[in-house]
């Protein structure tokens, strides 16, 4: 990926974690201990930022209050994709916001669809990520994988980047 511009490295986070609907996210709790939950990924194109719904007044807001630091991890076992991002998080209260990214299947958490006094948005701004994606298939990985352990070279199982999304437009290659 040397030579990529920023824009090319954010659309390719993108594609990554596009069809991953579920992310971990990490906060940072008061006393300085990590802490990990799911939350659904809205499906809208990536442009740096990622959007969870949330509700005001719960433990994850009262966390990115104190610490906007947060990572979030995703997996996607299946085709061998794991990503991980970190950046700062801020709580929006925006209800126009809201409506752009609404999708029905949150009624599932919020009954009250819109009109719920809670109904907030989680914002991440992406600053860093690293990512290993393996796109080939399961048989030319473990032929990649017996054959480093027959010449003793180290297995390298596909692209691994880690890249600074919010301040450089080299990502650093490794």
Same mark, same amino acid.
């Given at each position: 990926?040397?030579?990529?511009?920023?824009?090319?490295?954010?659309?390719?986070?993108?594609?990554?974690?596009?069809?991953?609907?579920?992310?971990?996210?990490?906060?940072?709790?008061?006393?300085?201990?990590?802490?990990?939950?799911?939350?659904?990924?809205?499906?809208?194109?990536?442009?740096?930022?990622?959007?969870?719904?949330?509700?005001?007044?719960?433990?994850?807001? @009262?966390?990115?209050?104190?610490?906007?630091?947060?990572?979030?991890? =995703?997996?996607?076992?299946?085709?061998?994709?794991?990503?991980?991002?970190?950046?700062? &998080?801020?709580?929006?209260?925006?209800?126009?916001?809201?409506?752009?990214?609404?999708?029905?299947?949150?009624?599932?958490?919020?009954?009250?669809?819109?009109?719920?006094?809670?109904?907030?948005?989680? &914002? /991440?701004?992406?600053?860093?990520?690293? =990512?290993?994606?393996?796109?080939?298939?399961?048989?030319?990985?473990? /032929?990649?994988?017996?054959?480093?352990?027959?010449?003793?070279?180290?297995?390298?199982?596909?692209?691994?980047?880690?890249? @600074?999304?919010?301040?450089?437009?080299?990502?650093?290659?490794?």
């Amino acid at each position: 990926m040397a030579n990529k511009t920023e824009q090319d490295v954010v659309a390719h986070l993108g594609e990554l974690i596009q069809d991953i609907k579920v992310a971990m996210m990490t906060t940072v709790e008061e006393d300085g201990s990590l802490r990990s939950r799911p939350m659904w990924t809205q499906n809208r194109p990536f442009d740096g930022k990622l959007w969870f719904f949330t509700r005001e007044h719960s433990a994850k807001v @009262d966390e990115v209050e104190h610490d906007h630091h947060v990572s979030l991890a =995703y997996s996607e076992p299946s085709k061998s994709r794991f990503v991980s991002v970190s950046g700062r &998080c801020q709580l929006v209260t925006d209800k126009a916001k809201a409506a752009q990214l609404w999708d029905p299947t949150l009624k599932a958490w919020f009954p009250d669809g819109l009109e719920d006094p809670e109904l907030s948005l989680l &914002c /991440i701004t992406v600053e860093k990520a690293e =990512y290993w994606d393996t796109p080939n298939s399961r048989m030319v990985q473990l /032929i990649g994988f017996v054959k480093a352990t027959l010449t003793g070279d180290t297995y390298k199982p596909g692209d691994h980047q880690k890249v @600074d999304v919010a301040g450089s437009s080299t990502p650093s290659m490794h």
